[in-house]
Each structure stands twice: as C-alpha cells, then as structure tokens.
C-alpha cells in the first residue's frame, strides 16, 4: 500500500495516472469467504475497483471517480443489506460490530462523495478513496466476513 500511496502522490492530475503497477488486484479464492451471495457481491467489487484503476489510467480520473462513487453507492446499500438479512436470519452474535463496520464505511465514502463534488478529482481524494478501498477489500472481508461466512457454515 505504500508503494502506491508513493505513486500517486507523484502523480499530477493532468498526467495519467498509473496506480496499478506492483498491485494485485484481482480476485483469488484465498479471498473467498465461502458463501456464494457475498462472495460474488465481493468480486463484483474487485472487479470494479480494477475497472476504475484501468481507467484512470488511461482516462480522465474526474469522471472515473464520479462513475466509480455512483456505482459504489448502490453497491453498498445492496451488498450491506444482503449481509444483514443473513445475519439476522441466523441471529449472528457478532452482528453489532460487523454492522457498525459497515456503517463506519458509509460515512467514510459519503465523506468522501461530498469532498469530490466539493473539490473534484484532487489527487489527496483519489488517494483516500483508494486507501478505503483497499483497506475495505484486503481487511474487512479477509476477517469480519469470513467470520461471517465461517459462522454462516456452521452446522
Ligand atoms: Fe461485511
């Protein structure tokens, strides 16, 4: 994560912007949480992200960030409501902590939402949204999801 807070901290907005090199972000099954509605939902991310990474690569990043924060916001609602029906059907304990995760994360991009339509696509949001993103993909999936879906699993 580093490494490409360096890189796009080099970048000026006027030049494209290469965010991806040294980065993996494609789906692998080490991400799979095991259970087949969040786990397509979840790729569905990924799969997103890396279409807006592309993209900002070669095109305008204004536009791209504005095309990726619309996608994002219906995403949430949809993805986070899936989560939460599973959670109360199965009167998961640890549901309070993981919705109050989910939550954190709205704020955070409606946060953001409002900055972009404030300042628009400055390098500090591309940033920032970059870093939630990430850290969203890499750590709330990888833990409090897959305690979800282990949980989900059991007999
Ligand atoms: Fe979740």
Redesign the pocket.
Known sequence: MLRLEAEWLSTDRMHPIDVRSGMNLQWSEDLAVGHPD?DRQHQELFKRFEQFLSACSARDSDQQLHQLFDFLSEYVVV??DT?QRLMENHDYSGMDE?LR??EEFSQQLHALREELNRAGATVEILMRTNKALLYWLTS??RQ??TK?AQFLREP
């Open positions: 969040i993805h986070f989560e993981h995760q989910h709330h999936i409090t999801d979800l």
